[in-house]
T-cell receptor, first 113, second 108 residues
Framework: AAGVIQSPRHLIKEKRETATLKCYPI?????VYWYQQGPGQDPQFLIS???????DKGSIPDRFSAQQFSDYHSELNMSSLELGDSALYFC????????????FGSGTRLTVV | QQPVQSPQAVILREGEDAVINCSSS?????VHWYRQKHGEAPVFLMI?????EQKGHDKISASFNEKKQQSSLYLTASQLSYSGTYFC?????????FGTGTSLTVIP
């Protein structure tokens, strides 16, 4: 079965650089979520999209932005990167908003040096 | 608003049972349970909708007490593969939050 695809798997950036993370949800899933998970931390909700419109916003810094495109893939854009942005970034998708659980992608490990 | 899980960590021998609790201060529409292995994505285990349901598959089951805004995950006859961090996720209808997590280690 198709899963949630994230790219890249690993990313190393320097401080103040920009990064773009991509997420391809499971086909026919209408909702995409982004989470940030620091070492030893629980996943922190960043932002979600339902049918290509932003549906919910969590603890996403102003330096970050995200969008969902017509093909339902989503991108998380991160600018002016800081050392504290180093984390695992997960994308998840679900159908019928949160009723059937989320399927997570394998994540992108971002390291800011 | 983040649900609180207890215990924070538990170590079991193979074959032993465990209960993980999740408590929310908000009225809940549903509760999810996920298991995450180190460095991997959380994996969905089950969802319980309001109505006080109880679910289970194999040796892992869960209950949801809507009135108390609590859920419990029951692991029976634990296996080595059960090791990981367990997160509950609570859906208030408007917001979804992962719980504080419970690290579970099963040893031979």
């Amino acid at each position: 079965a198709a899963g949630v695809i994230q790219s890249p798997r690993h990313l190393i950036k320097e401080k103040r650089e920009t990064a773009t993370l991509k997420c391809y949800p499971i086909p026919r899933h209408d909702t995409v979520y982004w989470y940030q998970q620091g070492p030893g931390q629980d996943p922190q909700f960043l932002i979600s999209f339902y049918e290509k419109m932003q549906s919910d916003k969590g603890s996403i810094p102003d330096r970050f932005s995200a969008q969902q495109f017509s093909d339902y893939h989503s991108e998380l854009n991160m600018s002016s990167l800081e050392l504290g942005d180093s984390a695992l970034y997960f994308c998840a998708s679900s159908s019928t908003v949160r009723r059937h659980g989320y399927t997570f992608g394998s994540g992108t490990r971002l390291t800011v040096v | 608003q983040q649900p609180v899980q207890s215990p924070q960590a538990v170590i079991l021998r193979e074959g032993e049972d465990a209960v993980i609790n999740c408590s929310s201060s908000k009225a809940l529409y549903s509760v999810h349970w996920y298991r995450q292995k180190h460095g991997e994505a959380p994996v969905f285990l089950m969802i319980l909708l309001k109505g006080g349901e109880q679910k289970g598959h194999d040796k892992i089951s869960a209950s949801f007490n809507e009135k108390k805004q609590q859920s419990s995950l029951y692991l029976t006859a634990s296996q080595l593969s059960y090791s990981g961090t367990y997160f509950c996720g609570t859906d208030t209808g408007n917001q979804f939050y992962f719980g504080t997590g419970t690290s579970l280690t099963v040893i031979p």
